[in-house]
Each structure stands twice: as structure tokens, then as C-alpha cells.
């Protein structure tokens, strides 16, 4: 391990497998509330939790074929749905409601990735992977275009911020003052410019992703601003200025990864069929 990387990983650290015989694993996002971890299994249908304690226990079922996951600004879950074509955020007693599924009148495509800024704006990629019988509908494509979106504060704005890509994972910088975007078709991961309004700018080419289909994917910031992302091998981590630091093995292709326990220093990370953790020398960005 080089040395940049030994910054960030303990010598001798190693990720260890959690549960595993799942079909396709997605979408983490801890629970610092009640000490637990929430994963998707998309084929499965399925919101999966697990705790250190009792390990695995159905979440919730079925989800909509749910991918990503994150938690809002009053601990409320917020999941894209692929079979359901929409976010959702599940409200303190339960109830499960839509925040979106719609633009300009029509159906979003499968909304993959999401993000809650600290105003409370939500943030999504709407690629088309969901749009098949295994990993969410067989239905049509009805927006000519895979966007990324914000969701106004107040819940009743959708913009659509960016419309010339597949975008799949994305994550805000530390001051978020800057949104990065995986885009898997092309290989790399583009950063953006947010503005006062929300809205993004001058989006130009952060990292370049080689080797392996199906990555980039999944994608988070520490609280340095490094910038790890699923890729061949593992998670691919790279400093603030684009250049790569190393790479975290993973035994199994990772599909994304988030920051958990009590002082957010592991990396939880799920890959097909499995799910990893390894702990870090260096804080994330708490949800
Ligand atoms: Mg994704």
C-alpha cells in the first residue's frame, strides 16, 4: 500500500464481509439514530437491514425495487425506486409517500443515486438501469434524456440540472460547494459547480475510471474531500485535485459504499453479493 493510501487505511486493515447470498446489493446508508445500516438488494426487492449485534433482518419488502438510499435532514429514509419510478421518503409514522416521479408530465426513467443537501434540497440521478423486468419494470422510457434533478427545499420545485449524460452515483464536497457525478457509460466521474440557487455549472472532467464495465457506480467524499468510487478491484479513492491515491480492495465488484458507525470512520461498501465494511483512519461525511 502506498503511502498516501496508508493515510486513509490502517496498516492491516482489511475489508470483512458482513452477510452475503444476496442478488444485488445497493444503496447503503447508515442510521446513526438507531446504530443500524440499510441496504438495498434490488432483484430481491428487498430493504435489508443490519446491525452490529443481530446482523441481517428484512427492512422492508417489497421496495419497489429500491437502489439508492440516504437519509434526510429529519432522519427520514429517502429511496429510489426503479420498479416504482419515483424517490420516496418513508415519514415518522411509517407511511411511505412520494417526493418524485414525474417531469414536465412525465415518468422519471428509474431513479438510481440520491444525495440531501444541508438545506434540505434532494438530489438524483435517473439513468435507465431500472428500466427492465430483473432490476425494475419492463416498461417504457418516456424522457427523452437521463437527468440529474433538484428537489427544492419545499418539496414542490424538480429541476433538472443536467441532461447530457447516464449519471449513476453522485456526492457533494465537504463545503458542498461542489457535486460530483459518476457516469457509468462513460467511465469517469465529472465534477460540477453548485451555485447560490442549487443549480450546477461549468461541469468538467474529474477522474477517468478504466478497466471494468459496469464502473464507475457509487461514489462518496470524506470529510478531506477525497473522492472514493467504486472501479475494478475495489473503491478507487483519488485526492481533491483528481489525482488518484490508491485503491481500497473489495473481493466482489463494489456498486457503492457509504460512511457508518458512530464516528464515521468505516466504509461500509456493497458489492453484488455481499456486503463490506473497513475501518478507516479518516472521518466521512455523516448523513
Ligand atoms: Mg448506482
Known sequence: MNSLLKHIVPEGSRAE????????????????????????????????????????SEFRAPSGKSNGLTIDKKGRLIACEHANRRVSRTEEDGKVVTVASHYNGKRLNSPNDVVVKSDGSIYFTDPPYGLNPVFGTFEEQELPFYGVYRLAPDGDHLSLLIDDSVPNGLAFSPDESLLYIADTEMNHIRVFDVKDNGKTTNGRIFAEISGEPLAPDG????????????????????????????????PELPANLCWGDKDWKTLYITARTSVYRIRLNIIGIPV
Do not use: Q
Not at 36 to 54: A, H, M, Q
Not at 222 to 246: A, C, H, L, M, Q
Open 17 to 56: 464481509r458482513l452477510a452475503t447470498g444476496f442478488h444485488f446489493t445497493e444503496g447503503p446508508v447508515w442510521n446513526a439514530k438507531g446504530g443500524y445500516l440499510l441496504f438495498s438488494d434490488i432483484p430481491g426487492n428487498r430493504i435489508v437491514k443490519w446491525t452490529p449485534e443481530n446482523g441481517i
Open 219 to 250: 461514489l462518496k467524499v470524506d470529510s478531506e474531500g477525497n473522492v472514493y468510487v467504486t472501479g475494478k478491484g475495489g473503491i478507487w479513492v483519488f485526492n481533491p485535485d483528481g489525482r488518484r491515491i490508491g485503491i481500497i480492495p473489495i
